[in-house]
């Protein structure tokens, strides 16, 4: 019994976005009891699009294919600065369409084997910051490359061509940024043998085509060319019949904050006081709200909890995509990084968020200076 409060308590504590979803959800239905309405509130075709996606990219990721192609853009790189850009734009450009989290699952790793295999093992601590900025920076350009993204651009009813207008100007900001960024370190000679990978059987090639025709499923949808639903169905059938631990690997507690945020929006757009006061605070502000709020509850659950009190869309795609800047749990997936330095340079945790909060801080007033240039 104590083992088993250990463990919940445990996981209470690893999910902590997850339970504050739950309570949250709970303490709203005291306000307003369940009723047929509280299906209405929840957006199954995100929740659907979102496990698909998650679920092709852990097939992928179990494969290696992303290592594998970052090995293969370092194999005649001799030059330290090249090899940062490499380690920088790696998750940058890949969380674009893997997503953030999987970019930083990835490539943190990776980056750090490179370094210690350069001999640069002490550029770690640096490297990380910025590989972490370049992921969430990356992901801000498309739909699938954030669970946020994903929600608001189903809620929008923009096309996807006016998305990547809105986004496309400060990611391009945002490669200049870390693209500079480089040159604060001095360049010179590196002798690097990279990571040898082995070849891939008949059977894991049939696995990669397999869930590469799954991926191509996966933008057609994001596309809303197909329905969630049927690429849902079959995702989970192509992966039960291939590899069922796969599925092993999506991250459920996600999906669950996504309907624990879905339920107490829901619920608090019911409440007439609450939705005066919250689109009040909003009008005029809803960048600034989207930032700010980020910064407490992470750009995910800011994203769901506004977007039930405005419709002004740009500036909140813009605001929580920015607000993934800041803390170290303005986005969740930063704490990957975190967990990947405490664990194998634990004695590096305080200098690491002291980087990571001057960088994050840094680059998004940049991006603020550069936002309030182009609408005035």
């Given at each position: 019994?104590?083992?088993?409060?250990?463990?919940?308590?445990?996981?209470?504590?690893?999910?902590?976005?997850?339970?504050?979803?739950?309570?949250?959800?709970?303490?709203?239905?005291?306000?307003?009891?369940?009723?047929?309405?509280?299906?209405?509130?929840?957006?199954?075709?995100?929740?659907?699009?979102?496990?698909?996606?998650?679920?092709?990219?852990?097939?992928?990721?179990?494969?290696?294919?992303?290592?594998?192609?970052g090995?293969?853009?370092?194999?005649?790189?001799?030059?330290?600065?090249?090899l940062?850009?490499?380690?920088?734009?790696?998750?940058?450009?890949?969380?674009?369409?893997i997503?953030?989290?999987?970019?930083?699952?990835?490539f943190?790793?990776f980056?750090?084997?490179?370094?210690?295999?350069?001999?640069?093992?002490?550029?770690?601590?640096p490297?990380?910051v910025?590989?972490?900025?370049?992921?969430?920076?990356g992901?801000?350009?498309?739909?699938?490359?954030?669970?946020?993204?994903?929600?608001?651009?189903?809620?929008?009813?923009?096309?996807?061509?006016?998305?990547?207008?809105?986004?496309?100007?400060?990611?391009?900001?945002?490669?200049?940024?870390?693209?500079?960024?480089?040159?604060?370190?001095k360049?010179g000679?590196?002798?690097?043998?990279?990571v040898?990978?082995?070849?891939?059987?008949?059977?894991e090639?049939?696995?990669?085509?397999?869930?590469?025709?799954?991926?191509?499923?996966?933008?057609?949808?994001?596309?809303?060319?197909?329905?969630?639903?049927?690429?849902?169905?079959?995702?989970?059938?192509?992966?039960?019949?291939?590899?069922?631990?796969?599925?092993?690997?999506?991250?459920?507690a996600?999906?669950?904050?996504?309907?624990?945020f879905?339920?107490?929006?829901?619920?608090?757009?019911?409440?007439?006081?609450?939705?005066?006061?919250?689109?009040?605070?909003?009008?005029?502000?809803?960048?600034?709200?989207?930032?700010?709020?980020?910064?407490?509850?992470?750009?995910?659950?800011?994203?769901?909890?506004?977007?039930?009190f405005?419709e002004?869309?740009?500036?909140?795609?813009?605001?929580?995509?920015?607000?993934?800047l800041?803390?170290?749990?303005?986005s969740?997936?930063?704490?990957?990084?975190?967990?990947?330095?405490?664990?194998?340079?634990?004695?590096?945790?305080?200098?690491?968020?002291?980087?990571?909060?001057?960088?994050?801080i840094?680059?998004?007033?940049?991006?603020?200076?550069?936002?309030?240039?182009?609408?005035?």
């Open positions: 019994m104590a083992h088993s409060i250990s463990s919940f308590l445990k996981f209470l504590k690893s999910e902590i976005v997850l339970t504050v979803a739950v309570l949250l959800a709970a303490v709203s239905s005291l306000i307003v009891p369940p009723d047929q309405a509280y299906w209405d509130y929840i957006d199954w075709d995100t929740l659907l699009l979102l496990f698909s996606l998650m679920a092709v990219m852990a097939g992928l990721q179990k494969l290696g294919v992303f290592s594998r192609i090995n293969g853009l370092l194999r005649n790189i001799r030059g330290k600065r090249a940062l850009w490499t380690l920088i734009f790696l998750p940058f450009v890949f969380s674009m369409l997503t953030n989290d999987v970019g930083l699952i990835t943190v790793p980056g750090l084997i490179v370094l210690r295999l350069a001999g640069q093992e002490s550029l770690a601590v490297v990380v910025l590989q972490t900025v370049a992921a969430n920076l992901s801000m350009l498309t739909p699938m490359g954030n669970p946020q993204n994903l929600y608001l651009y189903a809620q929008c009813g923009m096309s996807l061509p006016d998305f990547l207008r809105l986004t496309l100007p400060y990611t391009i900001v945002s490669a200049a940024v870390l693209f500079a960024a480089v040159f604060l370190f360049n000679k590196i002798t690097y043998s990279p040898s990978d082995s070849s891939m059987s008949s059977s090639k049939r696995q990669l085509m397999l869930y590469a025709l799954l991926f191509l499923l996966c933008l057609l949808s994001v596309a809303k060319v197909l329905p969630p639903l049927p690429l849902a169905l079959a995702v989970a059938l192509v992966i039960l019949l291939l590899d069922r631990s796969i599925l092993l690997r999506v991250d459920y996600l999906l669950g904050t996504f309907i624990g879905f339920v107490f929006i829901g619920n608090m757009g019911r409440i007439e006081a609450f939705r005066s006061l919250l689109s009040s605070v909003l009008e005029g502000h809803e960048q600034l709200v989207a930032i700010l709020a980020s910064q407490v509850i992470s750009n995910v659950p800011a994203a769901l909890l506004l977007s039930g405005t002004n869309w740009e500036a909140l795609i813009i605001g929580t995509n920015l607000g993934g800041g803390t170290l749990i303005a969740m997936a930063s704490l990957i990084s975190y967990k990947q330095i405490g664990r194998l340079y634990p004695q590096q945790r305080g200098r690491y968020l002291f980087l990571f909060t001057v960088v994050n840094a680059v998004l007033m940049i991006l603020l200076l550069f936002g309030f240039f182009i609408s005035s």
